[in-house]
């Protein structure tokens, strides 16, 4: 069946570093990817989002390049802030289901 | 309305008793969708709605679990002789019409059970 599989955390970075989240996934046919986005204390976000292969989504900084050659979607930002620390949870949607499978999350802190 | 309403946010029971989630969808939305999201894990499908289709309750996790959804709107999940491993944030979450997984879902902030 469908998978996603998150590189596991936590990562801690430091204010600026460059931050990489791996995400790979396995699916039949060709679907959506997102990432999501738990702040503490709040619930998920939708963050950005890719729907065919080469697509790049981008929000706050955050990008993601969906490579259908590698079945990756790597979260990167060139630059992270103290306000980025939290979960992040990358997820594949199903065009024919329409269920969203998630991976396990990524927390992410950072420090000043 | 603006969001995906969820109550209560939290909820504290006693082992053995039934409790009740309740989800209002943004306005529109065909599609609702429960999920589990355990401490520190992902979060793991329970059921879905889209109009008046028979749900996929293929993520349910035993009997002790159902859900109900009036129309296209207000839904409840429901637990019945709650265990202490059902403590968990429930999620729900709506989008326009299945298959519309291109646009994502939006998400309710979540009820928080304990069960003790």
Redesign the interface.
């Known amino acids: 069946g469908d998978s996603v599989t998150q590189m596991e955390g936590p990562v801690t970075l430091s204010e600026e570093a460059f931050l990489t989240i791996n995400c790979t996934y396995t699916a039949t046919g060709y679907p959506s990817l997102f990432w999501y986005v738990q702040y503490p204390g709040e619930g998920l976000q939708l963050l950005l989002k890719a729907t065919k292969a080469d697509d790049k989504g981008s929000n706050k900084g955050f990008e993601a390049t969906y490579r259908k050659e590698t079945t990756s979607f790597h979260l990167e930002k060139g630059s992270v802030q103290v306000s980025d620390s939290a979960v992040y949870f990358c997820a594949l949607g199903s065009g024919n289901t329409g269920k969203l499978i998630f991976g396990q999350g990524t927390t992410l802190q950072v420090k000043p | 309305g603006a969001g995906v309403s969820q109550s209560p946010s939290n909820k504290v029971t006693e082992k053995g008793k039934d409790v009740e989630l309740r989800c209002d969808p943004i306005s529109g939305h065909t ?1 609702l ?1 429960w ?1 589990r999201q355990r401490l520190g ?3 793991e ?1 329970l059921i ?1 709605f ?1 109009g008046n289709s028979a749900p ?1 309750k293929s993520g349910l996790p035993s009997d002790r679990f159902s859900a109900e959804r009036t129309g296209e709107s207000v839904s409840t999940l429901t637990i019945q002789r709650t265990q202490q491993e059902d403590s968990a944030v429930y ?1 729900c ?1 709506s ?1 326009y ?6 646009y ?7 009820t928080r059970l304990t069960v003790v």
């Open positions: 599609a969708y999920y894990q992902g979060l499908f879905y889209q996929d999620l979450a989008s019409r299945t298959g519309s997984a291109n994502g879902y939006t998400f309710g902030s979540g």
